[in-house]
């Protein structure tokens, strides 16, 4: 880690005890930074080009508009484009930068630097190296977890156990990280929302500017009056692969890295639950005057299922159908946000919507395993192909209904799983916001696991309190045959994924999953009561292997 890295790192969390309300800690932030030179980079992040074995894209802000901002690698000095964004909420102008560095060699390690022509450090601006991709079937390791937030406590479900998390990615050392959605609940802090944004950014900086992190949209990345479908910040922080699906960029994307198809979705799109931005009131949400945006009124929600119109389902099947004809991918993998199988019972659990429309589509092409947030704790589900029907009750008749439970194919926890013969699904909402979630249901009628799952488009309804709206929880249940292993210690950890080609015609590839966890963590575990605190030491939960046969 640079020095520089070390500065940027403790101007993200400097504000951890210094602001008790978010308007106060907003006015901090920006008094923090007027001092610096209006082009200094921060929140300095990487992500893949659209071949991850030779491209990377560098990202970063500045406090204000940079003169001449450039990546330098090597002789080569490559311009940034600008992609400034102005909050609909508070008015306030972003301004981020994206240099695209293509022309790189496959599985090497480049030095880069970072600045502009005003910039503070420009004698010595911030640099830090990236490895690319490997070329061909050879082995890597990637890390994932979702719902990470900020380690300034002033924001709405940040904590400091992210901190943590961020140094945790980079103590295994991965080739980059899958971030699943929920990065910063900057929706849950709208009049704030760049100032969450800012002290997420200098947070992940620690390790996103050394290898890159690859993000989906959560339900908390979605903002009244910041585009369509509310991601302008998301988007304008993040350069993604292309998926050319006009009007939808950056919403979806995928990649390859050796012998491994990457898919990464927005559920956004195709969920039931409505848990997006939302005015719960009495008070309605009153943009600044500059916006020209009327005030948002209680009971106000943006609500995207279906926004892409079948667009991102048919991307979908194309590239999956795609990823299995090609002879060189042994494993698809795929990203989002909100769980097809989750088992928490304080959390949101299973959402019908992703079943419908997905799921038959993960079973056609031998989807290997699916990695999620959304839910904040770990759980595993056996392989799982095809459905249960009618293995659902309503949750306020006990009323039969069709849930599409997933099927397991098998229900042995043998450690070793064929994934060609079904899908594992990984509940990763782990990373290191302050609402740990590590308390699973459980059928009181025959002690069998149970799940929650939303059958229905939700919208918010009024509550007992006059003014104050509240959305619907899930309308169902069903016993969740399907789960094999949760996690009752904490809410924290982080998965290792070690992936294998294997070496020869017999020798079947393989990847190598082991969950890490961060005990004692939680801040109150909901199972216990036990109070903890953020925690630096992340030990093994569980190991266990993913097999397939090679593609012929
Ligand atoms: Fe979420």
New binding site residues.
């Given amino acids: 880690m640079s020095r520089r890295q070390v500065l940027a790192g403790a101007g993200g969390t400097g504000l951890l005890a210094a602001a008790a309300s978010p308007a106060k800690a907003a006015t901090q932030a920006r008094r923090a930074r007027a001092g610096r030179g209006g082009g200094t980079p921060e929140q300095i992040h990487l992500t893949w080009s659209e071949n991850p074995a030779t491209g990377v894209v560098v990202s970063w802000a500045s406090p204000g508009q940079a003169r001449r901002p450039r990546v330098r690698i090597g002789q080569r000095v490559i311009p940034a484009e600008p992609r400034p964004y102005t909050d609909g909420i508070s008015g306030e102008t972003v301004w981020t930068y994206h240099a695209r560095v293509g022309g790189l060699r496959p599985g090497a390690t480049y030095a880069y630097a970072v600045t502009a022509d005003n910039d503070s450090d420009a004698a010595d601006p911030f640099s830090a190296t990236f490895r690319t991709a490997p070329a061909g079937r050879a082995p890597f390791r990637f890390t994932s977890f979702g ?1 990470l937030a900020t380690p300034n406590t002033a924001w709405v479900l940040s904590y400091g156990q992210s901190a943590y998390a961020v140094e945790a990615v980079e103590s295994f050392e991965p080739l980059f990280h899958l971030l699943n ?2 990065l910063c609940y900057a929706n849950l802090n709208p009049t704030a929302q760049p100032e969450v944004w800012r002290d997420f950014g200098n947070n992940n900086q620690t390790s996103a500017a050394s290898r890159p992190w690859m993000p989906c949209p ?3 990345e979605v903002e009244f009056c910041n585009g369509p479908q509310g991601f302008a910040s998301y988007l304008s922080r993040y350069t993604l692969p292309e998926n050319r699906v006009p009007g939808f960029a950056g919403r979806w994307y995928s990649f390859r890295v050796g012998s491994v198809l990457f898919v990464s979705l927005d559920a956004d799109d195709v969920i039931y639950q409505d ?1 997006a931005a939302f005015v719960a009131g009495p008070a309605a949400l009153v943009p600044a005057a500059g916006t020209g945006h009327p005030a948002i009124e209680p009971g106000t929600s943006f609500y995207l299922r279906g926004y892409s119109g079948g667009a991102q389902t048919g991307w979908l099947e194309r590239t999956l159908a795609a990823g299995r004809r090609d002879q060189t991918v042994d494993w698809i993998i795929v990203q989002m ?1 909100q769980c097809a199988a989750s088992s928490s019972s304080t959390g949101n659990g299973s959402d019908l919507g992703i079943r419908q429309e997905w799921l038959p589509l993960f079973d056609r092409y031998q989807v290997d395993l699916v990695l999620c ?2 839910d904040h704790d770990y759980e595993r589900s056996f392989p799982v192909r095809g459905a249960d029907t009618d293995a659902g009750r309503e949750a306020a008749t006990g009323a039969v209904v069709n849930t599409l439970r997933p099927h397991p194919v098998t229900t042995t926890d043998s450690g070793v799983f064929d994934t060609s013969r079904g899908t594992v699904h990984l509940i990763l909402g782990c990373g290191g916001t302050d609402a740990p979630l590590d308390e699973y249901g459980t059928d009181t009628a025959d002690g069998q696991r149970q799940a929650k799952v939303f059958t229905r488009a939700g919208q918010p309804v009024p509550s007992s309190t006059p003014g104050v709206f509240t959305r619907a929880a899930a309308d169902a249940v069903e016993d969740a045959i399907w789960s094999a292993k949760r996690d009752t210690v904490t809410g924290y950890g982080i998965a290792v994924f070690d992936v294998d080609p294997g070496s020869g015609f017999d020798d079947h590839p393989s990847i190598k999953v082991t969950h890490y966890h961060a005990v004692g963590a939680d801040p109150v575990n909901p199972a216990t009561g036990d109070k903890g605190a953020p925690t630096p030491d992340y030990t093994e939960f569980e190991t266990f292997t993913l097999v397939r046969p090679r593609q012929q």
Avoid: Q, S
């Fill in positions: 719902d959605g929920d959560g339900n908390h848990a946000h947030g959304h």
